[in-house]
């Protein structure tokens, strides 16, 4: 098959969706990669190393989605990369739909096969293709959201660990998942006072069985959170539902009675957001201020570390991709239920049950598809 990577053109979006070692892989199972000239410049890769690996550079995105019958992206598609796919060519790459209707509407007006990084699911639970950038977004939410405290900064002023005599900052997680556990490491390790709040018990159990008493879990009902968030110096919004908006966690008047110069992190943005307040930003301009409270909601937070997150992405994405490649579309998803989970629209159908609700688009199971 002829697999496609096109240069990322989100705003300050340097990850790339296949590296050199990735390609040199795809190239050794017989397939040919093209890539976007200067696709991996972000990450410190040369069009030499794609071509030592064995790809073949292009120079227009264009000429990436006119001959190639897989794509592997990053971010979703911009307008301008929406307009060039095709029927039945298919895209693999991170979507967020439920967050994003004209996207999900144009791409099932495109007719393309649309693959969601963050709805694949792994055989003993989880997002096997989320984890990893969580991972990396959980750790940096606290070293985001420690500079925002400085005063600099608009935030009050607070050392994320304190000093001998004088007390660290208070870091409120919400959600124990894979970003509140790499955040809550990240905090306990500069010395926070720590706080998670989570749903499932079990969860919270993990956590304890980790950390002991150096993290305070709570089971997150209403009334915890708003204690806990108008206690706090710095709040990581870190819940997720798979396919689906982010629940609104903390509301607007909540937030008005935060502390003046608290920080808050929505890490769920991508998902719209678990803070009334929150709105998308960007590397450029990460931050805002409502009611005194400094906002951090960059929505491509891993795209700040760019190879870290590049690589990381790329080990779990490859067997995916040679999947879908050496198989095709229909025979991949059919062999593997965790991949099938993974399609969101596919020829102009919505089949993925939580990005149907969330578009208010007829569901169609993906089974018919594959007959």
């Known amino acids: 098959m002829l697999i496609g990577v096109p240069r990322e053109i989100k705003v300050h979006e340097y990850r790339v969706g296949m590296t050199p070692a990735s390609v040199r892989e795809a190239v050794a199972h017989g397939h040919a990669v093209w890539v976007e000239r200067a696709a991996g410049a972000g990450i410190g890769c040369t069009d030499d190393d794609y071509a030592r690996a064995g790809a073949r550079i292009v120079d227009a995105p264009a000429e990436v989605f006119a001959g190639c019958d897989l794509i592997v992206k990053v971010k979703e598609p911009q ?52 984890a990893p950038m969580s991972e990396v977004a959980g750790r940096m939410a606290i070293q985001a959201g420690a500079a925002c405290l400085e005063r600099e900064r608009g935030g009050m002023g607070v050392l994320l660990g304190g000093v001998p005599g004088v007390a660290p900052a208070r870091v409120v997680i919400l959600g ?4 509140g556990t790499n955040a809550a490491a990240m905090a306990v390790g500069a010395g926070a006072q720590v706080v998670v709040l989570d749903r499932s018990i079990d969860a ?22 708003e204690q806990e968030v108008l206690q706090a110096d710095l709040v990581v919004g870190a819940v997720l539902v798979p396919g689906a908006a982010a629940p609104r966690l903390v509301g607007r008047e909540t937030v008005a009675r935060m502390k003046r110069g608290a920080v808050v992190v929505d890490v769920a943005i991508d998902q719209g957001g678990c803070f009334e307040t929150s709105r998308p930003t960007t590397h450029a301009e990460p931050t805002y201020v409502v009611d005194g409270v400094v906002h951090y909601c960059v929505a491509n937070m891993p795209g700040g570390v760019a190879r870290t997150s590049a690589y990381a992405l790329n080990h779990a994405t490859l067997p995916f991709v040679l999947a879908l490649a050496g198989q095709g579309w229909r025979a991949a998803v059919a062999a593997d239920p965790h991949l099938r989970a993974g399609l969101n629209v596919a020829l102009g159908k919505v089949v993925h049950p939580a990005v149907a609700d969330a578009l208010g688009l007829p569901y169609v199971p993906p089974d018919t598809l594959l007959a």
């Open 79 to 130: 307008a301008a990369e929406r307009a060039m796919l095709r029927p039945g060519q298919v895209l693999f790459t991170y979507l967020h739909l439920a967050a994003d209707p004209l996207q999900g509407r144009e791409l099932v007006a495109r007719g393309a096969v649309c693959i969601a990084y963050e709805t694949v699911t792994a055989p003993g639970g989880g997002l096997p293709l989320l």
């Open 204 to 225: 919270l159990r993990r956590l304890d069985a980790r950390f002991g008493a150096r993290v305070i879990t709570r089971h997150a009902d209403r009334d915890a959170i």
């Open 176 to 179: 124990a998942g894979t970003v």
